[in-house]
């Protein structure tokens, strides 16, 4: 798993690409609770459009990541593809219910 | 060397160190053993995910001070009389796994259930085992 990080727009954006799961969740919590510490109540943006694995462990750490962001007033915005297979977790666990999901980077900056 | 000629085998099995490094490989072995059997790409993803959580789970309760220790993984693909086919696989690990739900641990086995039939946990004196039935696919 990678993450980079980028500025659009005056939003952080965390392009993540690769597997979440037991193993590499650390260094994404780690990476998205730094972004919402310093967005200085801006919008964070997590682009999951490449990740090809989301496992439960994953989806733990983004209900922890958007709930930090409620606190810090600093919204997370998820950005995850309908037709690929992170989306089904996703539904599984009631999550598109909880997280602010976007379907572009585009989209959540303009949200 | 695997002659092109000779059909995909119908078992798999793996023994692998209880650590989230394993994961990648264990998702990685069934998506390519499942590929080869000509399953659908939507039922792959749910017994890969479903492996993956349950090898997740053995590996969380894997005492750290356990150095050495193994997750065992086995899967076969049967028929039914119907001709449509199925996998049961079977993750295996030490006698202190409690694969039942604890706090955020219920996740887990929830997506478990949800890309499985069936779900079954047998303890032993020396571990124990969670037994997982797929969802049936079409003849090959």
């Known amino acids: ?111 | 060397m695997d002659s092109p000629l000779r059909p995909p085998d119908d078992v798999i099995s793996m023994v692998l160190m209880a650590d989230p490094v394993s994961l990648s490989v264990v998702r990685e072995r069934f998506r390519r053993w499942l590929g080869a059997l000509c399953w659908p790409q939507r039922e792959i993803d749910d017994v890969v995910m479903a492996v993956n959580e349950a090898v997740t789970s053995a590996v969380e309760h894997t005492h750290p001070s356990a150095v050495g220790a193994e997750v065992r993984v086995a899967a076969r693909q049967y028929a039914e009389p119907d001709g449509g086919r199925r996998v049961i696989v079977a993750v295996a690990a030490g006698e202190h796994w409690t694969p039942e739900p604890e706090g955020f641990e219920g996740a887990g086995l929830l997506m478990i259930h949800a890309c499985m039939d069936a779900v079954e946990v047998t303890r032993e004196a020396d571990g124990v085992t969670m037994l997982l039935t797929s969802a049936k696919v079409a003849p090959a």
């Open chain 1, 1 to 111: 798993m990678t993450i980079e990080r980028d500025d659009r727009d005056g939003c952080l954006v965390l392009v993540v690409q690769g597997e979440v799961d037991l193993s590499t969740g650390g260094r994404l919590m780690e990476a998205g609770s730094a972004a919402l510490q310093e967005s200085a109540r801006q919008p964070v943006i997590l682009d999951l459009t490449r990740v090809d694995f989301l496992s439960s462990s994953g989806l733990g750490l983004l209900v922890a990541l958007h709930d930090d962001g409620r606190e810090l007033g600093a919204p997370l915005r998820v950005v995850v593809d309908p037709d690929r297979p992170v989306i089904r977790p996703i539904r599984t666990m009631g999550l598109d219910e909880v997280l602010s999901l976007y379907r572009t980077v585009d989209e959540a900056i303009a949200a």
